[in-house]
């Protein structure tokens, strides 16, 4: 494709070059790829112009003056221009798909799962985008994500075009307010916007928690219809600063609600209430907070036209999503369940939800991240001291921050409550500890890393799968 095609307002003397590929990685450039600089928070493309000359690129795209032998187009901001110039140069892809997009602190990869179960239940060809996996139907895609829950805008136009090619009608996707913020979506017009919730994550980049609203927000400014959770205060704003809304939840003035909950380790059970009448809804993934992503899916699809007899189908049918109050098979009298809860609210929700239906002890294991919001850690603290019978703190992807300072940024919040804990920063020992104390009807939960396989340690990621980890430990002590 020809430069002229893929820049607005290109410089005549660059018009006819040839573009074979764009990338913003140096090291995937080759003979005839534009490389586009952007600027990152580890690291500046500019730095890396040179070597992609080198290598071979025909043209680059840069914010900064730069001096390198091949001819370079000056833009006000690279992450805008490559959004849209990868949207160019795949034939916009997103035009032939019906978008639906999940944003929120939690729930989003549970929803776009249920989501997906819905509308194949009408019969649709569904592709989902997100922090699990990027599958159409239950085909694995080949585009990999270097951004862990919307890809950048790149990759992302990269995904829409194979999913195009294999056939989706429907992408359902999680969208971040990093993404959101980084024009990651870009040009990209939703068919529907989800709002799960809004709770403390992230600070360490938006600042402020209205900053991180006015993210979140920005969804429903590029979507047609919107569906929000109306019992979250700033679901309630989003509701009342734009327009197209569906309101779901369990208070009353919500068009779409739920009553009549029951909560077992096997699910949730409710009536769902739409439209002046009651149906019967289930959900095979536990816990109140269950209820709610369910709401959201619900009301995504019936925005969409689909009928409330196949949304409630769709709602049985979905299987438990990996790394969400997923159970770990063992052959013990108690019971391991690995969750990714990674915020304050998320830990919250997922300790209430054990204790709902725990016959002994509910203990916990959490860390957090290194390098990012260290305000949320004495708040988890807090959380896990005040409703667990027992709370193990440990290490949790520390990147290059001291595990023990984290560890003991968190036991400052335990500190304020009288809840039993330990520490053990080793999360591979911690997780030994817990198996050897469990007691008949006792439930771990494993927080934390949810369907991440690996710990990051400095730069490096190290494999780290819990489930493999409960296995070794269990053959140990049998």
Do not use: W
């Amino acid at each position: 494709m020809l430069a002229g095609e893929l820049i607005k307002n290109c410089p005549e003397a660059v018009r006819g070059i040839n573009i074979r590929s764009i990338t913003d990685d140096s090291r995937k450039v080759t003979e005839g790829s534009m490389f586009v600089c952007i600027k990152g928070y580890e690291t500046d493309g500019h730095l890396f112009a040179i070597s992609a000359a080198a290598r071979g690129a025909a043209l680059i795209v840069a914010e900064d003056e730069i001096d390198v032998s091949v001819p370079v187009v000056y833009v006000d901001d690279s992450r805008k221009a490559i959004a849209e110039m990868a949207a160019e140069f795949y034939g916009h892809p997103a035009d032939k798909l019906s978008l639906i997009g999940i944003t929120g602190t939690n729930g989003k990869t549970t929803i776009t799962y249920l989501v997906k179960s819905i509308l194949e239940a009408a019969g649709k060809r569904v592709g989902v985008i997100g922090t699990n996996q990027n599958i159409i139907g239950d085909k694995l895609l080949l585009t990999k994500s270097t951004t862990p829950t919307t890809p950048n805008a790149l990759e992302l136009q990269q995904l829409f075009d194979e999913m195009v090619y294999h056939g989706a009608e429907y992408v359902v996707m999680e969208v971040s307010s990093h993404a959101l913020e980084l024009e990651r979506v870009r040009g990209c017009e939703f068919s529907v916007g989800v709002f799960t919730n809004l709770t403390q994550d992230h600070l360490d980049f938006h600042g402020t928690m209205e900053n991180y609203y006015r993210a979140k927000a920005k969804l429903f400014d590029i979507s047609k219809r919107g569906v929000v959770n109306y019992d979250d205060e700033y679901g309630k704003r989003i509701a009342e600063e734009h327009k197209d809304i569906l309101t779901v939840g369990l208070s009353d003035g919500c068009e779409l609600k739920a009553e009549n909950i029951k909560i077992t380790s096997r699910g949730a059970e409710f009536d769902m209430l739409y439209g002046g009448s009651r149906y019967a809804a289930k959900i095979r993934i536990p816990g109140m907070f269950s209820v709610y992503n369910a709401l959201c899916a619900a009301g995504a699809a019936l925005v969409l036209g689909v009928d409330v007899e196949t949304v409630i189908k769709g709602l049985a049918d979905a299987p438990g999503v990996v790394g969400r109050v997923e159970v770990v098979p063992t052959d013990t009298d108690y019971s391991v369940i690995i969750d990714y809860a990674h915020t304050p609210d998320g830990l919250e929700n997922v300790i209430k939800c054990v204790k709902g239906f725990a016959e002994g002890r509910t203990i916990t294991l959490f860390g957090c991240g290194g390098d990012r919001d260290n305000t949320k850690r004495p708040i988890m603290g807090e959380i896990a001291g005040r409703l667990s019978d027992l709370s193990i703190i440990t290490s949790d992807n520390p990147r290059t921050e001291d595990p023990e300072k984290i560890v003991r940024d968190i036991e400052a919040g335990m500190k304020k409550t009288d809840g039993e804990y330990v520490l053990i920063t080793d999360r591979r020992k911690a997780i030994g500890y817990a198996l050897g104390i469990a007691k008949k009807g006792d439930v771990i939960i494993l927080a934390g890393k949810g369907q991440e396989t690996y710990q990051i340690i400095g730069k490096e990621k190290f494999d780290f799968d819990e489930r493999i980890e409960v296995y070794k430990h269990l053959k140990k002590q049998g």
